[in-house]
């Protein structure tokens, strides 16, 4: 992290077309989501999960740029979280955030991400 840049709360974009599905995101909605959910739950999980922290911000370019936050909820009777990466650039700009993943559990079990459950900032 460089002496420059600082962290900003921000609410959290709660509508899915802010988000755009990486590449990464398509084969884990495919490998780990239910055929009957694929449609639905990324939407759901945006709309109505819980939001926190998933990690620290990530500089650089490419998909996972930015800070990692997680959406999570009870769908179906089970946890699911979806991973996003907050980019500060669609914050302040007409732009879309990316989706990085989705599986099941809570977001302090993922396999990809660490140091979840801290307030979404930028």
């Known amino acids: 992290m460089t002496a420059d840049l600082v962290t900003v709360p921000v609410a959290v974009p ?3 077309p802010s988000y755009r599905a990486t590449s990464h995101f398509q084969q884990r909605l495919k490998e780990r989501v239910p055929e009957y959910l694929r449609d639905s739950l990324p939407g759901q999980l945006i709309e109505d999960g819980r939001v926190t922290r998933a990690g620290e911000y ?3 370019t490419g998909a996972g740029k930015g800070t990692p936050v997680a959406f999570s909820d009870e769908i179906g ?3 699911w979280s979806l991973i996003v990466a907050l980019r500060p650039r ?3 700009r007409d732009g879309t955030h990316a989706a ?3 599986y099941r559990g809570p977001p302090s079990e993922s396999p990809e991400t660490a140091d979840s459950g801290r307030e979404a900032k930028v």
């Open 14 to 16: 709660r509508t899915p």
């Open 90 to 92: 669609a914050l302040v």
């Open 77 to 79: 009777g089970e946890t």
């Open 58 to 60: 990530r500089p650089g």
């Open 100 to 102: 990085l993943t989705v």
